[in-house]
């Protein structure tokens, strides 16, 4: 089944403690990205890959780190995760772009809460 | 600064009447729309899009509209079904390699 498998699901952690939530996808798709939705401020953009190595800011990356060494995986690491990045995360990826396309699948999403 | 934006948080319809989510943008440039629907504990997925070339696209009962003079597109279901109840995202795309997605409408359908 194609799909973009985030993990985990669910994460509590404390202020200041390093940690890295996975996205992988069995699609061969170029691109991949992240989102974080928050009340009232839908959907936005934290960093997007357009291939390997090839990884660029969206509109709220500060705080966040990606890596993009294989095409499939896109992991999400917070160096220092701090209250305000509690959030709801969604890992996405696409083959290409425009016209015709369907966009962005989706993965389940990683509900994180930093206390 | 929000280039996609959808003006109504939530909307409730009768079962069997018509929805209408609206969906406006600011960015001239943008030239392909696509609405994403949301289910609880879910990631979005793909609903129905539209060229900027066109001004309607129909898949059934969902139809987009897009209004290019005022920057505006609309999602119309009908009829509406409790299974509808989501959240909408409208979402648009331009020469770059993003998606600017707007905030979401939440749609309640009532039997």
């Known amino acids: 089944e194609a799909q973009v498998t985030q993990n985990p699901r669910y994460l509590i952690t404390v202020t200041g403690k390093k940690l890295t939530v996975t996205c992988s996808q069995n699609?061969?798709?170029?691109?991949m990205s992240w989102y974080r939705q928050d009340p009232g401020l839908g959907l936005r953009q934290i960093y997007y890959?357009?291939?390997?190595?090839v990884t660029d800011k969206g509109d709220v990356p500060e705080g966040y780190k990606v890596s993009r060494k294989e095409k499939r995986n896109f992991p999400l690491i917070l160096e220092s995760p701090s209250p305000n990045q509690t959030s709801l995360y969604f890992c996405?990826?696409?083959?290409?772009w425009g016209e015709g396309t369907q966009g962005y699948t989706f993965g389940s999403g990683t509900r994180l809460t930093v206390v | 600064d929000q280039q996609v934006k959808q003006n109504s948080p939530s909307l409730s319809v009768q079962e069997g009447r018509i929805s209408i989510l609206n969906c406006d943008y600011t960015?001239?440039?943008?030239?392909?729309f696509l609405w994403y629907k949301k289910y609880p504990a879910e990631g979005p997925t793909f609903l129905i899009s539209?060229?900027?070339?066109?001004d309607k696209n129909e898949d059934g009962r969902f139809t987009v509209f897009l209004n290019k003079s005022a920057k505006h597109l609309s999602l119309h279901i009908v009829p509406s079904q409790p299974g509808d109840s989501a959240v909408y995202f409208c979402?648009?795309?331009?020469?770059?390699?993003?998606?600017?997605f707007g905030t979401g409408t939440s749609l309640t359908v009532i039997p």
């Open positions: 996405a990826s696409t083959r290409t």
């Open positions: 960015n001239s440039m943008f030239d392909y």
């Open positions: 539209i060229s900027s070339i066109k």
């Open positions: 979402a648009a795309s331009g020469a770059g390699n993003q998606f600017y």
């Open positions: 699609m061969n798709h170029e691109y």
């Open positions: 890959s357009m291939n390997v190595e």
